[in-house]
Each structure stands twice: as structure tokens, then as C-alpha cells.
């Protein structure tokens, strides 16, 4: 930015859009990205600090000492009062963490951060950005990419997608759009120009 601040990028998508794949290319053009996903594993780990609190609502998904995410995602799923107790626990948490990854960036040579939010529109927080990404790709890509995870199935991944922000509606609302159905070093050609773009307005 003019005044020598760090400009604020979002990364965010629906499920199995591509989403890792680009912060990933994000990371090899030498852009700073804070992934909310890794933090969360962290937090979730043995001795991770959301273990105490989330343990005493879920008693049943610590395993030896650690959250057992399959085991919390079939807790919470389909009960909104309790992924709201769970989100009012970690999403702190993470928002420290994501102040001082920013702190780290504006101490040093980068003038782009990026900040990989899988649920960015789902809790409000597009305006907090500068500019936001939308990684994005047709729905039967979507579907197949989704289904071909470990422990997913049909049932699980329509109640996923019930909860977060409709596609087209992600679209709309993104300063820009990153195709994932095409060729990879064409979703990478993407990615550069929006790095050189953002580059340029830093």
C-alpha cells in the first residue's frame, strides 16, 4: 500500500475447489500466506490449546490427548447450536494467531499477505480485506473432487456445502476469480498475474 502497510488479501473457495493447490502456488511465487486450516490442526493437536475447551463440550472426540476431527465433525455436522459453541471456542483463537502472522509480515520485506479462510463469507469477514480470491470450479468437478476424499461421502458433503456461501455467490462477491478446472500451470498463469497486480497497488 502507498502508506507502507501490508495490503490484506483473502483466499477463500467451497469445498474441494482447489483452494490448497493455489495458496500453494502463492507460496512458491514468494507470497506470505497465514492457513487457517493448518492452524486449526494445531490447535487441535495433543497439547494444541482448543483440546481443553472444545474436550469439555465433546468429552468423546479427545484421543489420547488430542481432537479427533472425524469424530468432532460427525458432533457438530448438523447441529448448529453446537458448531456455534465449537466456533465461538477456535475462532479466537485463530484471529490471534492470524494478528500475529500479520505482525511478522509488516516486520518484514513482503507488502502482500494472504490469508487462506476457508469460511471468509460464511462469518463475515470479507470487508476486514483489501481484496479477496475466489478459487472456484463447476459443481461436478466439485462433487467428484470431494468424493474422492478419505472418510467423505455424498451425505457429509451435501451437509458441507449446505453451510457455506453458494458458489456463484462467492463469485460475485470476489475481486477476483481463480479457475481450478482447467490445465494446473493455467490456474498458475492466474495466480501470477494476480500477484503482479496486487504487487503493483502495494
Known amino acids: 500500500m502507498a502508506d507502507g502497510s501490508v ?8 469445498i474441494a475447489m482447489g483452494k490448497s493447490t493455489v495458496a500453494a502456488m502463492l507460496r512458491d511465487a514468494g507470497v506470505a500466506v497465514f492457513d487457517a486450516d493448518a492452524v486449526v490442526h ?10 481443553e475447551p472444545v474436550g469439555r463440550l465433546f468429552p468423546a472426540v479427545v484421543k489420547q490427548g488430542a481432537i479427533d476431527r472425524i469424530a468432532l465433525s460427525k458432533q457438530v455436522l448438523n447441529d448448529t447450536q453446537a458448531m456455534k459453541k465449537l466456533e465461538a471456542i477456535v475462532h479466537p483463537m485463530v484471529r490471534r494467531e492470524q494478528e500475529a502472522f500479520l505482525e511478522t ?6 507488502r502482500i499477505a494472504v490469508f487462506d479462510i476457508p469460511l471468509l463469507f460464511e462469518t463475515g469477514r470479507a470487508a476486514e480485506f483489501d481484496t479477496v ?8 468437478i466439485q462433487r467428484a473432487r470431494a468424493l474422492a476424499r478419505p472418510g467423505m461421502s455424498e451425505a457429509k458433503f451435501e ?7 453458494p458458489d456463484e455467490e462467492k463469485r460475485a462477491a470476489a475481486t477476483h476469480v481463480i479457475s481450478t478446472d482447467v490445465p494446473k500451470e493455467d490456474t498458475r498463469a492466474q495466480v501470477l498475474a494476480i500477484v503482479a497486480e496486487l504487487q503493483s497497488l502495494a
Open 7 to 14: 495490503l490484506k488479501a483473502a483466499l477463500t473457495g467451497s
Open 42 to 51: 494445531q490447535l487441535y493437536a495433543k497439547n494444541g490449546e482448543a483440546v
Open 105 to 110: 509480515v509488516q516486520s518484514s520485506e513482503n
Open 133 to 140: 480470491l475466489v478459487v472456484s470450479a463447476p459443481y461436478e
Open 159 to 165: 451437509a458441507i456445502l449446505a453451510r457455506q456461501v
